[in-house]
């Protein structure tokens, strides 16, 4: 189990964000820290100088460390010497801020972890990608969901045959908490979710369908070819989608379906997949994520539960786990697990390994590139009456 | 409950199909006849007229009243007494044949319980809808999960308005079992089921996906305008598709998606439907019908069981349950709740009342109209690249 | 399936009980009909002469045939001619009257159908097992839960060695309808289910812990040695329990625990069992009885639905499917293979064959014993403290 | 949320056991420190002093805190100043050696968490209690299933009597592991659990039922009056008990069974409970710990989210979570709200209030004292042929 990796020492996280009422921020910081792999030690914890200072106790972080912008800490961490100076920057700010972060931190040759969706639209996502390239830094993406044990798992199966050949993915993510219109109220979270100069050019579909597209992705490596969507807007007023569905042609043959909502009454964080093989078929659902059901055709229907000393379970999916099976793992321990594949990543770095920059196990800038030709390519295409649109980009997972 | 509703006579069925190796006959014969309401009484059981004849005692069908062809039939009951004549007739050929059995039994005057789909195209569909009309009879199809309580339950809930405006309706019907070419090997369901002369232009769509689409139609009355639909053969050398997804924008601007599979690995019978309104928001399984989620925001889930005794059960609900709560019903009670409501709407005809066409609780011939007009349309949208067709028709249920 | 067995002609019931507001004579007459095997022929419907006849159109009896009381049925059709006769007797009436309407048509030489419990004590029970012994009918007992298939599934996995030696069994039984005094009301099923006149010694324990002991039995053939039993009356005033658990030590070493509730609040009728074996464990649920959940460590769990046409459906099971899987089945179509089974052996015995008297496929005289042994030593055990008392009867299944 | 709790300073954690292969020590460490509330410090890592100090990097413990024994860090710390000192000792040793690490650490004035069972039997926890009593420090143990946020929302909705009065409480623990005699391989985990010198008196009941049981009792506060119990060796050679049932009588005349297991094939760490009330009743598993339902005869059945943001959750449920509904939470986040509140209690300590020692939200050392008796009264009952023996211990729970 991933609990017991050894380490030499803790890693030194530089946050972004996370200042005092954010929700993201905390959860980069348990997620980081979970496996005792990292510490926070540095922050530009909020994009006013002195709230960012004054939220600084709260991650335990010294006042010398304590910047009152993003541009200051790169500054203030590249004049460290190399043993404290910080390993890597996470970015957990709103999505229209994270571009210009990611860029410099980059360019300063700091590892990054950032939050999604990567960047605002497209080209500024190609442009930190091709950043990216010309660096030698490690570049994650926290689609968190990629970090369920069983998630990994299936990408396992999957690429090893033991689904055969991939026809259909169907996946869904659904929630409810947009029905009425919070963004009018006092709540942040809403706020910036449904502005559009701060969420990017899709509300539902950019905060939470890339997700279930990215997962189908992951899982399968398939190629897109094309993709029809059809957004909607439910609330009266509201400036961006809060629902859609959208069909999307593989390269192979196989068809997607992946439909999302923020306005489905009681629903919470309802992802959904589904994965239809010539040899078998699975499902999985985030909100019980120990359980996946594969199925064929004349067989019981075989229930995996997380289990990282089970015979059947994947190495990746054993790697994952840090709790023997019955023992619930959940949302922070996933997310943790994106953070510690990185960690992997930034540790062979240092250590002077080759970088993988496309099939890695943690999703990666191209992930990030990709999961924007997405949004950009719906919002498209539902503006042409649902035309089906090209999906496939040349930095694509494969 | 249903269960205790008082008879004078049983009706007489005559029955068309059912002969020896019929899955869908018994399914008829045993729904009609769950209550005690109606008895088989007559049948033209085969085309082959021998085997026709010879499976007669299988329904304890007396000699006299085994028939060689539905025509005999028909001729035959005609010159009965009405004390003896059959009340009506159940057709549950394969679906070619559906309408030139139903035309005439219309024609002669008699009730008729027809299997779904109605017809094997629309024009034919339209004509049959046009007899019906002109007659008295009563016409219902065969869509079974109307059947079910907790349809019906939601059906009132959301005329009642209690989900408010309906937004959006996701249905899914997925199985398995065409998985492979079993069309090739002797299966008798898998031949008409894939083969065009006798199922009509579609095949997954034709058989399942019907079913899905009728069922959120069913329940909330919602009137579509537009479908745009992308229909897949993933089983080489089959003729017609086995796997497909459709959208829907109805006349309210509500959007819907129906995803029917018959290849998904393990999968039985799974069909699935979410509603979304702007009160609340409702999920139900085929696979544990006993069942239905309702959710509200800032409420706890709901789970609604077939209870007829609950105060929350609406009186139809309750009208349709034989067994007190947590007594399982299934498929068949619910196939029986059609054939329990066309029988209320024959005695109500019997007593001269008047004659309900378009908004009845069991499904009807403008309801088999639609669904003809569903297949054409899904057929056409898909070799036109998913385009969008029109799908309100004139005939629709409201 | 069981829905396509051949049949010569349908079987003759004589209904003793299910007139006007009884619930259990319909599920009887429903599942003894359901295959077409059998048609309600004879009632003495009601211990009220007159109101038992003026039931008889609710079945569809004729008026010849409809008696005043069970004695005159009996009477009546023994002077048939053989092709007129009822084949078998149903017994639907309350606990009390069991033994002597049963005592009566089994010296009649009646085959019967009996509901639970069979008798209101003990000596009854073995006085009747002895006229049975001495007969040559067929006596069957509506446990009706041992007919779901995937409990004949279970039974036939753990006689086959599947699960290996069996060493736990739990099985409950938890509703909550009698949460209130709901017998002071004008309620008839609570009434005479609280009354110890009608009811016999136990109230939620005769009535319900019955069936999970039973179930338990069945599925295991395990020989019981000892009980230890803890009963409790929570409504206040009520004369018999509602509330209780008991220990179990069968012959073999293992252990079983019952417990068995009906002041649960908002539970139905919550049946479930859990089985341990030395090779391999399994799970299953009354309200979700389609699905069977097999574990074995080291291995996925497996969830085994009803599944006629599965490679891994064992003979029996298959037999008592009516419908292809993902089309669920429920308490109506369990309550008619208890029926089936019956039958089965009463067209045996019509044919000259031998009669089995124990380890029958439909529970039997001798589970009827047992049955009341088990109700008889709870109350006892009970009333000592729960002391250790024998549970091992002569006549017990094996 | 607890997530944001403002802190001044870190907790400074001092670590007994956890070295190289420890599961619960790992556990501990990441629990402890999950909201930035506390850091390792010190460490006594292994009874091995060299082992001691080689696994102190694992934690990022600095050298000159890596101690070689117990003895030596509750030495070493206590000369440190106060700004220096650890906070707490966490105790993560096998069974058999938490009664002296505990004693020797509050008599030395530090706070401690130990893991249960407390002691090795009930006369050490009875005077580990008393030295507790005679300090001024906080004492907290383990029992980790009490810090899910819906097992303290079940614990206030109880005690606010939205249940009305309980009546009935079934608990069980169910595993699979030891099916196996495991403890003959090399697994550390099996041989000291199932080693009377090292486990204590029960082998299942005092691993496993002594949670199931603690959460019936934490949640409802009902005082036990007597027990009766039966235990089972079923794998052979094996010296400690690997199957057993309890009935519990409580005070207020409600019954409880606590049945645990080690030898069920398959199942995985499945605890369950159902709490029966007057008013209401609820259900809750382990495995699947974000839910809970809650039902009343009469409406439909209730599902509690983990939801901090719902209207019905209680502010100690609200308090107990991190993450918004939909984003499951697990084992880890359970243990971490077990340290959180003994943090709260220590923080309170050292602001100079008062110390609560029986009702606290996190279980204490009297919980640790009633543990010990409850598994001598099951282990002495079961000796006696499940003879009834007192339970209510003076120090328990109210």
């Known amino acids: 189990m991933g609990i017991n990796a050894p380490l030499n020492r803790k890693l030194r996280m530089g946050m972004v964000g996370g200042g005092q009422g954010s929700f993201i921020g905390r959860v980069h910081s348990i997620a980081a820290c979970l496996d005792n792999r990292a510490v926070v030690t540095a922050g530009a914890l909020s994009s006013n100088p002195e709230r960012s200072k004054a939220s600084a106790p709260d991650y335990a972080i010294s006042e010398d460390r304590a910047y009152g912008s993003y541009e200051d800490m790169l500054d203030g961490e590249s004049k460290l010497p190399d043993d404290q100076r910080i390993d890597f920057v996470s970015i957990t700010t709103p999505n229209h801020t994270h571009f210009e972060v990611a860029l410099a931190a980059v360019e300063a040759g700091f590892n990054v972890v950032c939050d999604k969706p990567m960047t605002f639209d497209l080209a500024q996502a190609e442009q930190l990608a091709k950043a990216v390239d010309q660096s030698d830094v490690i570049f994650a993406l926290s689609h968190n969901y990629t970090g369920y044990p069983l998630i990994r798992q299936a990408r396992e199966m999957i690429a090893n045959g033991d689904l055969g050949e991939i026809q259909a993915i169907r996946s869904n993510y659904i929630q409810g908490w947009l029905r009425t219109r919070l963004e009018d109220s006092d709540q942040k979270q809403a706020a910036w979710r449904t502005d559009p100069t701060k969420s990017g050019a899709a509300g539902c579909f950019g905060d939470i369908a890339t997700h279930a597209y990215n997962l189908g992705r992951y899982m399968t490596g398939l190629l897109p070819e094309q993709i029809s969507c059809h957004l909607k807007t439910f609330e009266p007023g509201r400036k961006l989608d809060d629902y859609g569905t959208a069909v999307i042609r593989y390269e192979n043959g196989a068809l997607g379906t ?99 920059r496309v099939n890695t196990i943690y999703p990666n800038v191209n992930d990030g590139v990709e999961g924007m030709y997405f949004i950009q390519q719906c919002v498209a295409s539902s503006k042409q009456d649902a035309a089906w649109l090209p999906l496939k980009h040349e930095r694509a997972r494969r």
Chains 1, 2, 3, 4 share one sequence.
């Open 258 to 356: 992946v439909t999302a909502s923020q306005i489905s009454h009681g629903r919470e964080n309802d992802v959904t997949i589904e994965i239809d093989g010539t040899k078998g078929a699975l499902q999985w659902r985030q909100e019980n994520p120990n359980e996946m059901i594969v199925r064929a055709n004349g067989q019981p229907h075989k229930i995996y539960t997380r289990d990282p000393n089970a015979p059947h379970t994947t190495a990746g999916a054993a790697a994952a786990c840090r709790l023997p099976s019955g023992h619930p793992e959940g949302f922070f321990e996933a997310f943790a697990n994106v953070y510690a594949s990185a960690f992997d990543a930034m540790v062979a770095r240092a250590e002077g390994g080759p970088i993988e």
